[in-house]
Antibody, heavy 122, light 110 residues
Framework: QVQLQQWGAGLLKPSETLSLTCAVHGGSFSAYYWVWIRQSPGKGLEWIGE???????NYNPSLESRVSITVDASKNQFSLRLNSVIAADTAVYYC????????????????WGQGILVTVSS | EIVLTQSPGTLSLSPGERATLSCRAS???????VAWYQQHPGQAPRLLIY???NRATGIPYRFSGSGSGADFTLTISRLEPEDFAVYFC???????????FGQGTKVEIK
């Protein structure tokens, strides 16, 4: 049974840093890659970025200057930091597991965390 | 950026009816990396279909996916009460950013 459990601060002021962590329970941490997605009413589902277990990362160009995804493989955890938040960063943030390609497809997100609402407000 | 446009925005149907949801990409995408997700209010998305046509583990047979190139379809053969939700398509690999989602189709009870 795979579960992704996420936590972090839910209320931030503009210019502060968003910090979330996702713990992976069950399954192989190294056989998948790890993704952050956010969802806001105005922009729908937005890919933030992703990392391998060895912290090889890719980010959405629209956020790349402010985002960092790190890995603690010893704890099967990965984290998101988003600097200098603004009101437009208000969203529900999800962590998810990404599947490497195989004969049937790939890059789908087969398990998701429960989501955390992060509100940016002065 | 590859834009995914889903239609219709809202689909009003009765239980037992057939639902056909469309996802059109702004350019051709690799069908191997097209997925569909279901989301109920207050919950995380749930993977339904990957590789355009493969059902994820535990997904009922009434859900099917098809398509290639820039046009993809999710079909629910006979709607059950728990199928009323929002559905998103997603592609990976084409363009920048490398993963994009459609804006969603809401399937509501008529």
């Amino acid at each position: 049974q795979v579960q992704l459990q996420q936590w972090g601060a839910g209320l931030l002021k503009p210019s502060e840093t968003l910090s979330l962590t996702c713990a992976v329970h069950g399954g192989s941490f190294s056989a998948y890659y790890w993704v952050w997605i956010r969802q806001s009413p105005g922009k729908g589902l937005e890919w933030i970025g992703e990392t391998t277990h060895r912290e090889s990362t890719n980010y959405n160009p629209s956020l790349e200057s402010r985002v960092s995804i790190t890995v603690d493989a010893s704890k099967n955890q990965f984290s998101l930091r988003l600097n200098s938040v603004i009101a437009a960063d208000t969203a529900v943030y999800y962590c998810a597991r990404g599947c490497y390609p195989n004969d049937n497809g790939g890059n789908q997100l087969d398990y998701w965390g429960q989501g955390i609402l992060v509100t940016v407000s002065s | 950026e590859i834009v995914l446009t889903q239609s219709p925005g809202t689909l009003s149907l009765s239980p037992g009816e057939r639902a056909t949801l469309s996802c059109r990409a702004s350019q051709s995408v690799d069908s191997s990396y097209v997925a569909w997700y279901q989301q109920h209010p207050g919950q995380a998305p749930r993977l339904l279909i990957y590789g355009a046509s493969n059902r994820a583990t535990g997904i009922p047979y009434r859900f099917s996916g098809s398509g290639s190139g820039a046009d993809f379809t999710l079909t629910i053969s006979r709607l059950e009460p728990e199928d009323f939700a929002v559905y998103f398509c997603q592609q990976y690999g084409g363009g920048s950013p490398r993963r994009t989602f459609g804006q969603g189709t809401k399937v509501e009870i008529k």
